[in-house]
């Protein structure tokens, strides 16, 4: 059985948020290291984080956990560069079943929710799962090993959407009961709304509370 990679991209200028967003306190952590805690948790064989802005100030909150750096120099031209920069270390392991990627500043992911798309994969092999909390799809995006010549591919700020679009009949869309799947932190008055919140990123139930009637 071979392995399963994580691939959190945290690379990018936070413009809408004014800030670095990775580095804002949230509970008792950093954006980063809520959302790091999620993969930290589950199954996942190993985590990389891909670093641009401020690429320093990230690894150094991040030291202390069990994580592979991996620097995307051209991270001004958009999220796909992070994307190729961390296929491009992550593929040269042979023993790499496939990786799933999702942004930094999405500290509400459950472990949960990764366990139940690697045993989704370990059990019927769907090149690509995405996660669904009431229809709707979010993070993490998981990619098997044979689109990663595509993942190599993208441009702009798509991301890996360009590879979900391409390949509609290779998607399994798994419901899952973990609204963090969808609660970034792209604006101030997100971070405020959850960081005034004082929920715990983990507290799945009061997260549940407060997504479902805003």
Known sequence: ???IKAMILAAGFSSRMKTNKMLLP?????IIENTLQGFLQSEVDGVAVVLGHDKE???RVLTPYPVQFIENPRFSQGMSTSVQAGIEQLQGDQDLDGVMITPGDMPFIQAKTVDGIIKIFREFAYPIIIPL???RRGHPVFFAKELMPQLLAVSGDMGARGVIRSNPEKCFFLEVDDPGILIDMDAPEEYDKWRDSGLNP????EIKDTFDIR
Do not use: H, R, S
């Open 57 to 59: 100030k990230i690894a």
């Open 26 to 30: 949230l509970g008792e952590m950093t």
């Open 202 to 205: 983990k507290d799945i139930k």
């Open 133 to 135: 909390y009431q229809g």
């Open 1 to 3: 059985m071979g392995k």
